[in-house]
């Protein structure tokens, strides 16, 4: 696939050159990664392909697939996302199952909001959901729960999940008082209790060992990642450990994990992971609410 190079204008005025893959330009214009970056269709200049060497152009799909702008397409949050609530047991089973492989895997067997053994069953946390409602949106599932008495929120779509902390909470909260004065080492420590920060892979011998290269301090807009050099499409689910992410919004703290299957080039298209019944229930919740836009529910007819 041939590449062509954008010039992206980010959310806090900086411009920046990514490459993508020609098919993914309109796509991309659309995406807010949790308000990170947006990519407006008026800030994208394409520059001619004439002008790059097929090395350059393979160079500039790889530069893009290591990107947290590539992050981004794996996890896609409208800024208007509205979560509606629902209880566990109405969440379909295919849904219920991989959610709880997801944490299972990514979360440390105590910070767990559900039971070891049983992924149909309840766990202790609340549950809402968010029905895509046109192309460039994912649909989602939020958990939220307490671990150290710090607030904690997870929402996965069909190919990543993102651990919410909010820093204000953080530095207010007294069961973490014990590990420092200061945001890096409170989250360092509440890290330990709530990734799964070391094990072994399943299927697999090697032992894995998360190593987070933490700032001095940490500000807003700031981004970083366990291996900023890992090609997003190579990864595997199961061994999500490769590379995890970072950034900082609105005082909030998100680590992203990133679980596409294997056998995958890229990300599956998220916008259908409910099933169809579901995401109508949900959209129908949604309007009796006022939440859903007449723009949206046209695109749907």
Not at 69 to 96: H, S, W, Y
Request: hydrophobic residues 40%; glycine residues 6%.
């Amino acid at each position: 696939m041939i590449a062509e190079w954008l010039v992206v204008r980010g959310e806090y005025g900086r411009l920046g050159m990514i490459g993508v893959e020609r098919k993914q330009v309109m796509r991309l214009s659309m995406i807010v990664m949790h308000g990170v970056l947006a990519l407006s269709p008026v800030a994208v200049t394409c520059a001619q392909d004439a002008q790059q060497t097929p090395e350059e152009k393979r160079a500039a799909v790889l530069a893009y697939r290591r990107s947290f702008e590539c992050g981004a397409t794996f996890l896609r949050e409208p800024p208007d996302v509205v979560f509606i609530d629902v209880d566990f047991e109405k969440l379909p089973k295919l849904i219920k199952s991989h959610m709880y492989s997801v944490l299972t895997n990514f979360l440390a067997r105590e910070s767990r909001p559900q039971a070891t053994g049983d992924s149909y069953a309840p766990g202790r946390m609340t549950v809402r959901v968010f029905g895509s409602r046109k192309e460039g949106e994912d649909d989602l599932v939020e958990y939220r729960w307490t671990v150290m008495g710090q607030n904690l929120r997870v929402v996965a779509s069909q190919n990543a999940a993102r651990l919410d902390i909010d820093l204000d909470e953080l530095l207010e909260n007294p069961s973490l008082a014990e590990f420092g004065r200061t945001e890096v080492a409170r989250a360092a420590e509440l890290l330990e209790h709530t990734l799964r920060m070391r094990g072994r892979p399943i299927g697999g011998s090697e032992p894995y060992e998360l190593h987070i290269g933490w700032p001095d301090t940490l500000t807003e807009g700031m981004r970083f990642s366990t291996n900023p050099d890992k090609v997003l499409y190579s990864m595997a689910a199961e061994r999500w450990f490769e590379r995890v992410d970072f950034f900082i919004r609105n005082r909030t703290l998100s680590v992203m994990g990133y679980f596409k299957l294997r056998q995958l080039m890229g990300p599956q298209d998220g916008s259908k992971w409910f099933p169809d019944e579901f995401r109508a229930e949900i959209h129908e919740r949604t309007r009796r609410l006022g939440d859903l836009s007449p723009e949206s529910e046209a695109e749907e007819e």
